[in-house]
């Protein structure tokens, strides 16, 4: 169903208005996680500031440690509709549970499946089944192939509104938290008809990288850049790290500009 085989044409998947396809590059950004309303929506207008046309916020946090902030949940949701209703940024939001899929569907534009559940079969027909566009990240350990069969499950509960990406897998180079396979974004586009867009944040896991990382997304032909920013993430409850802030903008807002048109993307 997601193979190009059957499909020559690469998709368009609409996000309450919003493309994310092959004729544009399309940037989310926002919070890592909700964790307050003020955080929220300066993280918000931030986004919009850089060019963002969608806001990513987690409000159920998938994390390593059972000890680290694990989100604010419903909390989380209604603040993200609140700044929804105040910037007119569509949501995308991650699910980490199938039980939950319904609740978070109620408020969220796009559902995330992370990483870390890449390969829960349960939890990817159940948002194949929700009626809402999917983002599904790479698992840090899966092959392209791997890949392409966690969203055939999502596409036999006959949801094709797809999008693939490319978040860093893990190698033995501990430099960065994950290896950008900028490679994987040519060769998943030349297999499957879906958009692919590019986590610079979460591949790299530090602000320096992120512009880079996303240059690079950019020109080898990313449908889209997926990008945390935080206005204090000295102060953040998760990956503060990796959170663009204020000063950074002008420098996104200049790759969102100069980003080549349909440079091998067809
Ligand atoms: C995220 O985008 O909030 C996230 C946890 O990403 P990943 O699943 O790629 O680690």
């Known amino acids: 169903l997601v193979s190009r085989e059957n499909h020559p044409q690469r ?3 609409t996000v309450r208005g919003v493309p994310i396809g092959p004729d544009t590059v399309t940037l989310i950004a926002g919070p890592c996680a909700v964790e307050t309303p003020e955080q929220t929506l300066e993280a918000a207008l931030m986004a919009k500031a850089a060019g963002a046309t969608l806001l990513r916020g987690g409000a159920y ?11 604010l949940g419903e909390e989380g949701l ?8 105040r910037t007119g940024l569509p949501i995308v939001t991650e699910v980490v549970d199938a039980h939950d899929v319904a609740l978070v569907a109620s408020y969220a534009d796009m559902l995330q499946v992370g990483t870390r559940n890449a390969q829960n079969f349960a939890l990817l027909q159940a948002v194949g089944a929700a009626g809402k566009p999917v983002m599904l990240k790479r698992g840090m350990t899966a092959t ?5 069969m966690a969203a055939e499950y999502v596409a036999q509960r006959g949801n094709l509104d797809i999008v693939l990406c490319e978040r860093g897998i893990r190698t033995y180079e501990p430099a960065t938290r994950n290896t950008l396979d900028i490679s994987a974004v040519p060769v998943v586009q030349r297999l499957s ?5 590019v986590d610079p944040s979460h591949s790299g896991g530090r602000r320096d990288l992120v512009l880079p990382l996303s240059r690079a997304a950019v020109a080898v032909g990313a449908d889209g850049l997926i990008i945390d920013v935080h206005p204090h993430p000295e102060q953040a409850l ?9 000063g950074d903008l002008d420098d996104l807002a200049a790759v969102m500009r100069d980003f080549p048109p349909l440079l091998g993307r067809t």
């Open 61 to 71: 946090k998938p994390r390593t440690s059972p000890y680290a902030f694990q989100g």
């Open 193 to 197: 008809h879906l958009p692919v867009i």
């Open 78 to 85: 209604r603040i993200l509709a609140d700044v929804r209703e």
């Open 238 to 246: 998760c990956d503060g790290p990796q959170a663009l802030v204020n």
């Open 144 to 148: 392209i192939e791997e890949w392409l």
């Open 11 to 13: 998709s368009t998947v």
